[in-house]
């Protein structure tokens, strides 16, 4: 057993996460388009749903609506590394073609990353009470900074929009990415960590989330600056989670009602999101 789970389930999820970069891989260098970044998107999230059943089956449905909420956390709260992403590739003028590889390797390494991040997180949650309040607290902060800065791009770090071109390198541009994401990664971790303690829960919520970053970028990234109400969904969505983990003592929250209440607030954003792309 590690951290609460078998040998077996820590391989089988880490196969199916080799199997599904694999395919994506080769699905985005034969086919082109945004059709195809569609197709993985999809298949990514029927993969999810998929991990999501097995979960249900083998663990019980509490662990499997826990995964689900993290997924869907994390998934929501990486539109902000789309726009990072977005911010890094105009910086370091980089081709549709390499930017694909420079993700691929910055999805491996977030990988390793956020399973460090998550090993820390849950050991320290563990150890000390008040590590709850400094998550809750980071969290309003986060949600804080996305309304003042008036759109999910304005919280992209000013160093970042001063990157200079690689000239014809890409380690720049993985290191850049490697570094934002684990920095956001100070967001979204503490948000899932409020749904669940549970160290296989967090950490494969968390990677497969992750890991369709490469075909989401691909089917977003021409609409990202359309969706003018994106960082109000998000700070509604940090808000929740944070008042969440803060209340947790007092006030507890089933895990059906924060599913339902985070998967409304992702839903109204998008639909919010298209509208105003269809008024200009």
């Given at each position: 057993?590690?951290?609460?789970?078998?040998?077996?389930?820590w391989?089988?999820?880490?196969?199916?996460?080799?199997?599904?970069?694999?395919?994506?891989?080769?699905?985005?260098?034969?086919?082109?388009?945004?059709?195809?970044?569609?197709?993985?998107?999809?298949?990514?999230?029927?993969?999810?749903?998929?991990?999501?059943?097995?979960?249900?089956?083998?663990?019980?449905?509490?662990?499997?609506?826990?995964?689900?909420?993290?997924?869907?956390?994390?998934?929501?709260?990486?539109?902000d590394?789309?726009?990072?992403?977005?911010?890094?590739?105009?910086?370091?003028?980089?081709?549709?073609?390499?930017?694909?590889?420079?993700?691929?390797?910055?999805?491996a390494?977030?990988?390793?990353?956020?399973?460090?991040?998550?090993?820390?997180?849950?050991?320290?949650?563990?150890?000390?009470?008040?590590?709850t309040?400094g998550?809750?607290?980071?969290?309003?902060?986060?949600?804080?900074?996305?309304?003042?800065?008036?759109?999910?791009?304005?919280?992209?770090?000013?160093w970042?929009?001063?990157?200079?071109?690689?000239?014809?390198?890409?380690?720049?541009?993985?290191v850049?990415?490697?570094?934002?994401?684990?920095?956001?990664?100070?967001?979204?971790?503490?948000?899932?960590?409020?749904?669940?303690?549970?160290?296989?829960?967090?950490?494969?919520?968390?990677?497969?989330?992750?890991?369709?970053?490469?075909?989401?970028?691909?089917?977003?990234?021409?609409?990202?600056?359309r969706?003018?109400?994106?960082?109000?969904?998000?700070?509604?969505?940090?808000?929740?989670?944070?008042?969440?983990?803060?209340?947790?003592?007092?006030?507890?929250?089933?895990?059906?009602?924060?599913?339902g209440?985070?998967?409304?607030?992702?839903?109204?954003?998008?639909?919010?999101?298209?509208?105003?792309?269809?008024?200009?």
């Open positions: 057993m590690i951290a609460g789970a078998s040998w077996g389930w391989a089988g999820f880490h196969g199916v996460v080799v199997l599904l970069l694999a395919a994506d891989w080769l699905l985005q260098d034969r086919v082109r388009g945004r059709a195809a970044a569609w197709v993985g998107t999809a298949a990514m999230v029927l993969a999810a749903a998929g991990f999501a059943a097995w979960i249900a089956l083998a663990r019980g449905r509490q662990p499997a609506l826990e995964w689900a909420t993290g997924y869907t956390i994390e998934t929501s709260l990486s539109a590394n789309l726009f990072v992403f977005l911010v890094i590739f105009d910086g370091f003028r980089i081709s549709t073609r390499r930017q694909q590889k420079a993700l691929t390797w910055g999805v390494g977030a990988v390793l990353l956020r399973g460090l991040f998550i090993a820390v997180g849950v050991a320290l949650l563990a150890r000390f009470q008040w590590v309040w998550f809750g607290l980071l969290l309003l902060y986060a949600a804080w900074r996305l309304l003042r800065g008036g759109s999910a791009r304005a919280v992209v770090p000013e970042i929009r001063r990157l200079q071109p690689a000239k014809g390198s890409l380690l720049p541009v993985i850049a990415v490697e570094v934002t994401d684990l920095l956001f990664a100070v967001d979204s971790i503490p948000a899932v960590l409020a749904v669940t303690h549970d160290p296989f829960i967090v950490y494969t919520s968390n990677i497969a989330a992750v890991i369709g970053l490469r075909s989401l970028y691909r089917a977003l990234a021409p609409l990202l600056e969706f003018r109400y994106l960082h109000y969904g998000l700070a509604a969505l940090l808000t929740f989670v944070a008042a969440k983990m803060l209340l947790g003592r007092w006030v507890e929250i089933p895990i059906e009602v924060s599913l209440i985070i998967a409304g607030v992702v839903t109204v954003c998008a639909v919010a999101g298209m509208a105003g792309r269809h008024q200009e």
